[in-house]
């Protein structure tokens, strides 16, 4: 199976231990889903990877590697990547250049390299677990300047030890999601001024979550930053946990957001209703309170 010259398509799945041989040649291979297997070795994956010279799709589970293996997955054709990494041992590098989608669940977030994703359009990243260490700001740093180019953004972290600083411009993100779901410590607000900050193209912003909280109080940007005045349209704030800070953010960006068209508030707050006493600097702006 493992040098045959007309397979396409290869899904392996179920507790299997697959042992890689010395030769691997799947020459025209595009797609590769691997998924509850058992590895002999570090290498063996890599090994059976780089044997498909015109890899597109990949799907790719990891789960029992030892402390400092290295998985590095360069693939010059490869468009769809979707990577679970569960072991705290293990250490991704990506170098996909012509790489447009990205699902990345990595729950200690300390071991990816983000080498080359030029082409990427849209990213999915989940490194968030009750039992992971929260994300430290210079990983945070570390990972958006692999995601420069990415126009849309769904983003899930522990990151309540977070520390304000000055991100990578994200140039092209328009649609950004943030959450904060039920496994994690919280959420620091002070995130998202950052990442206002460094995508001045932002369009379209959903929070989402039921843990929005700090324990430090939010503060509002020292300056409006330039998607809010001028490109941002549509927000949604979807399952939150009731908090002070959470309308605080609202009110700022109804009183700021000026070509604002629609915002969404999903929250069972007995005050909700008062966010449609905010003046809105959109005079066009569509408020929906759920």
């Known amino acids: 199976m493992f040098i045959c010259e007309t397979l ?11 042992q890689i041989p010395a030769s691997v040649w799947l020459p025209n291979l595009k797609i590769l889903k691997m998924e ?18 015109v890899l ?8 029992d590697a030892k402390s400092g ?60 677990l009750s039992s992971s260490r929260p994300i430290n700001s210079a990983n945070i740093l570390k990972l958006l300047r692999g995601l420069a180019n990415v126009k849309f953004l769904w983003f899930h972290a522990d990151i309540t030890d977070y ?19 039920f496994n994690c410590r919280g959420f620091n607000l002070n995130f998202l001024n950052d990442f206002l900050g460094c995508s001045p193209n932002l369009e379209v912003l959903v929070l989402e979550g039921n843990r929005f909280s700090s324990t430090k109080s939010w503060s509002p ?10 490109n941002l349209k549509e927000l949604e704030f979807l399952y939150l946990c009731r908090e ?11 009183r700021n957001a000026e070509v604002l068209k629609k915002m969404t508030v999903d929250c ?23």
């Open 69 to 128: 293996e290295v998985l590095n997955i360069s693939v010059p054709t490869l468009k769809h990547l979707e990577v679970t990494c569960l072991g705290p041992g293990e250490q991704v590098v990506f170098n996909t250049p012509t790489l447009e989608y990205l699902d990345l669940t990595y729950y200690w977030a300390e071991g990816f390299s983000l080498v080359n994703l030029s082409s990427l359009l849209e990213a999915r990243i989940d490194i968030d």
């Open 8 to 18: 396409v398509d290869l899904t392996l799945k179920g507790m299997v231990f697959l």
């Open 163 to 181: 520390v304000p600083t000055t991100f990578h411009t994200l140039q092209n993100l328009t649609h950004l999601r943030l959450l904060c779901g």
């Open 56 to 63: 597109e799709y990949l799907d790719f589970y990891w789960e």
């Open 244 to 254: 002070n800070q959470e309308f605080e953010v609202i009110e700022y960006l109804l």
């Open 221 to 230: 940007p020292l300056r409006v930053p330039h998607c809010v005045l001028f």
């Open 36 to 53: 509850d297997i058992i590895y002999e070795n570090g290498d063996s994956a890599q090994k059976l990877i780089h044997g498909c010279p």
């Open 268 to 290: 069972q707050h007995s005050h909700i209703w008062q966010i449609a006493q905010v003046p809105r600097a959109s005079k066009t702006c569509i408020l929906n309170l759920l």
